[in-house]
């Protein structure tokens, strides 16, 4: 009865774990969740105020397909600020978040069979989304040697007549590490060799740097001339903590940026006018708030390095931006628990989700064996127990 291409599909495995966290909440246990990409702290007020006055004022019917020119102006006007970069109004298009900004770039550069260059870990959905694409992922396994990062040399072994995008992340989900401006060099390099290769940025983190810095090093500072063929891909999601509000935007060159908005039009529609409105003033006035929200980070950080300390047998990676820890947990592998061998990191998590409550994503999901990813968007104490509890099921493992 399925397509085949729904056959392929899983459900996402993020969502899959979330919901078996819930069930066990639900049955009464005290689970604690660290596992959902999404902030703990409230969308910020100027945001909130200007959805509802948007209700209140009838701003509740459909938009132009490629967003309300007040916020593809907003965009513009952070991306100048942010990255020096200048874009024209056809070359923005607002999706319905920026998940979608990258399935449709996708769909709109990616003929069957042509590849596309993701480097492992990775964001959960990249493969999926270039399968769903028909083109195929050509996984780069990055190791701890290159702190999980494509090297130049990497990226050029694995270009070849079929490469048609290269896509990336920083601060990267799941590790939180941040391309350097002279690794970012190196692979602009690579890339200018390449005309067919477009590249695809994904940016939902790069305000939230924890060295102080207003955003993360980008591609297009380190080589501008490849902007043309670069779609950068951002959202309100995670700085903004507007996950639910489902704003998302893609920026590049305006023929690419065109196809991309009419393939967004012919599927999903406008985005949420009301949430479109909520965006504005969001990307306008909440710098002030960005900053409280990063600081916020960087000191529940601290704790949870400082708590992990005490649990030897995990490898901790400290994060330069972002929200997640990246943890080696490769020294519980081959150990039992209650007569329960722990082969994977799959297990381990298994385990500790369903004996111990603590909700995480293992390493298995973002292509690399042997790790955690945990967020520590949420509340300290949360994490102190979280840990506590961690180390616990570490000190029973035999
Ligand atoms: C790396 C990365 N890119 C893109 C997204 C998409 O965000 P949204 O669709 O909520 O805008 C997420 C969300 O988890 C993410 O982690």
């Known amino acids: 009865m399925l397509s085949k291409r729904a056959q392929k599909l899983k459900t996402s495995p993020t969502l899959?774990?979330?919901?078996?966290?819930?069930?066990?909440?639900?049955?009464?246990?005290?689970?604690?969740?660290?596992?959902?990409?999404?902030?703990?702290?409230?969308?910020?007020?100027?945001?909130?105020?200007?959805?509802?006055?948007?209700?209140?004022?009838?701003?509740?019917?459909?938009?132009?397909?490629?967003?309300?020119?007040?916020?593809?102006?907003?965009?513009?006007?952070?991306?100048?600020?942010?990255?020096?970069?200048?874009?024209?109004?056809?070359?923005?298009?607002?999706?319905?978040?920026?998940?979608?900004?990258?399935?449709?770039?996708?769909?709109?550069?990616?003929?069957?069979?042509?590849?596309?260059?993701?480097?492992?870990?990775?964001?959960?959905?990249?493969?999926?989304?270039?399968?769903?694409?028909?083109?195929?992922?050509?996984?780069?396994?990055?190791?701890?040697?290159?702190?999980?990062?494509?090297?130049?040399?990497?990226?050029?072994?694995?270009?070849?007549d079929k490469t048609k995008v290269f896509l990336f992340c920083s601060p990267s989900n799941p590790t939180g590490f941040v391309y350097s401006k002279e690794e970012l060099k190196a692979i602009g390099d690579v890339l200018k060799k390449y005309p067919r290769v477009h590249v695809i940025t994904d940016d939902m983190y790069h305000r939230l740097m924890f060295d102080g810095s207003n955003r993360a090093p980008h591609i297009l500072d380190a080589t501008p001339e490849l902007r043309e063929r670069t779609i950068i891909i951002n959202g309100a999601s995670k700085a903004y903590s507007m996950t639910g509000w489902r704003i998302g935007w893609a920026m590049g060159s305006e023929k690419i940026i065109k196809a991309l908005g009419d393939y967004a039009s012919q599927s999903t529609g406008a985005p949420c006018s009301i949430s479109q409105a909520a965006v504005v003033p969001a990307l306008l006035n909440a710098e002030p708030n960005i900053h409280q929200t990063s600081a916020l980070l960087k000191?529940?950080?601290?704790?949870?390095?400082?708590?992990?300390?005490?649990?030897?047998?995990?490898?901790?990676?400290?994060?330069?931006?972002?929200?997640?820890?990246?943890?080696?947990?490769?020294?519980?592998?081959?150990?039992?628990?209650?007569?329960?061998?722990?082969?994977?990191?799959?297990?381990?998590?298994?385990?500790?989700?369903?004996?111990?409550?603590?909700?995480?994503?293992?390493?298995?999901?973002?292509?690399?064996?042997?790790?955690?990813?945990?967020?520590?968007?949420i509340q300290t104490e949360r994490m102190v127990e979280a840990i506590g509890r961690m180390k616990s099921l570490v000190g029973q493992l035999i």
């Open 299 to 377: 000191e529940r950080l601290q704790m949870a390095l400082k708590e992990f300390k005490t649990i030897p047998e995990f490898k901790v990676f400290e994060p330069q931006g972002a929200f997640y820890l990246w943890v080696d947990v490769t020294k519980v592998i081959g150990k039992s628990y209650d007569g329960q061998k722990v082969n994977s990191s799959q297990d381990f998590g298994k385990i500790l989700l369903e004996k111990f409550f603590v909700a995480t994503v293992p390493g298995e999901e973002f292509g690399n064996l042997g790790y955690l990813r945990l967020s520590f968007a």
């Open 16 to 160: 899959f774990l979330v919901a078996k966290a819930k069930e066990l909440q639900a049955l009464g246990n005290d689970v604690i969740s660290l596992t959902v990409g999404e902030p703990d702290w409230a969308t910020y007020p100027m945001a909130s105020e200007a959805g509802i006055e948007a209700i209140r004022t009838g701003f509740t019917k459909y938009t132009a397909a490629q967003g309300t020119l007040e916020l593809r102006q907003a965009i513009i006007q952070r991306t100048k600020i942010d990255l020096n970069q200048e874009y024209k109004i056809s070359e923005v298009t607002v999706t319905s978040g920026a998940k979608y900004a990258i399935f449709a770039a996708l769909q709109v550069l990616c003929d069957p069979q042509d590849e596309v260059i993701i480097h492992s870990p990775y964001w959960v959905s990249y493969p999926a989304m270039v399968e769903l694409a028909d083109a195929v992922p050509r996984i780069v396994t990055c190791t701890e040697k290159d702190n999980f990062k494509i090297t130049a040399k990497a990226l050029e072994e694995n270009i070849n």
